[in-house]
């Protein structure tokens, strides 16, 4: 099993600043099949950004992924208030498994 | 639109079998892979498995032995039966719908306490 560690746990931030949010993975995510997610509370997670860099429709562009093989990212340019929520990354080229999520909280 | 609608008891025993559906509407559930995903109350999220439209599934080989999905053509919905449930099964439940590029459509979720 691909296991998915995602850092840092919390990142504080402000409107306006740039996240940048890493998922880690025990071994090669097979066809950079890595997907980002986002949460809300009471909510089911959205896709955001799915093989790596593609965002999924509906999706701004502040929005980006990146990585291969074993390191991903996912970067918020500027972040708006919309955007303060958890954020687990997937892979999917093995089997499935989730990170156990950032949390984005307002500083 | 597609849109899914998980469904089922939200209280089950220890030991007994916990059963959901999740209606698909607005597409086929033939032409896709569907997923069941859980989260714990303040935990992450877990894959469960998947299923084909023609019934093909795939397990989390964590609960291979506990996890049965199944499809009903001529409703369109899923289904997802775990035995033995314990209190550690206590989640919300969401159905997906699984596609190359991700789980891209999700039901609202049912929460399910083992009590």
């Known amino acids: 099993e691909i296991v998915l560690t995602q850092s840092p746990g919390t990142l504080s931030l402000s409107p306006g600043e740039r996240a940048t949010l890493s998922c880690r993975a025990s071994q090669r995510v097979p066809s950079n099949y890595l997907a980002w997610y986002q949460q809300k509370p009471g909510q089911a997670p959205r896709l955001l950004i799915y093989?790596?860099?593609s965002r999924a429709a509906g999706i701004p562009g502040r929005f980006s992924g990146t990585g291969s093989g074993t390191d991903f990212s996912l970067t918020i340019s500027r972040l708006e208030a919309e955007d303060f929520a958890v954020y687990y990354c997937q892979q999917y080229g093995a089997s499935l498994t989730f990170g156990g999520g950032t949390k984005v909280e307002i500083k | 639109q597609v849109q899914l609608q998980e469904s089922g008891p939200g209280l089950v025993k220890p030991s007994e079998t916990l059963s959901l559906t999740c209606n698909v509407s607005g597409d086929s559930i033939s032409n896709y892979y569907w997923s069941w995903i859980r989260q714990s109350a303040g935990k992450g999220l877990e894959w469960l498995g998947r299923?084909?439209?023609?019934?093909?599934?795939n397990y989390n080989p964590a609960l291979k032995s506990r996890v049965t999905m199944s499809v009903d053509m001529s409703n369109n919905q899923l289904s997802l039966k775990v035995n033995s449930v314990t209190a550690a099964d206590t989640a919300v439940y969401y159905c997906?719908?699984?596609?190359?590029?991700?789980?891209?459509?999700w039901g609202q979720g049912t929460l399910v306490t083992v009590s």
């Open positions: 093989s790596t860099s």
């Open positions: 299923i084909y439209g023609t019934g093909h599934a």
């Open positions: 997906a719908r699984h596609r190359l590029d991700g789980l891209d459509i």
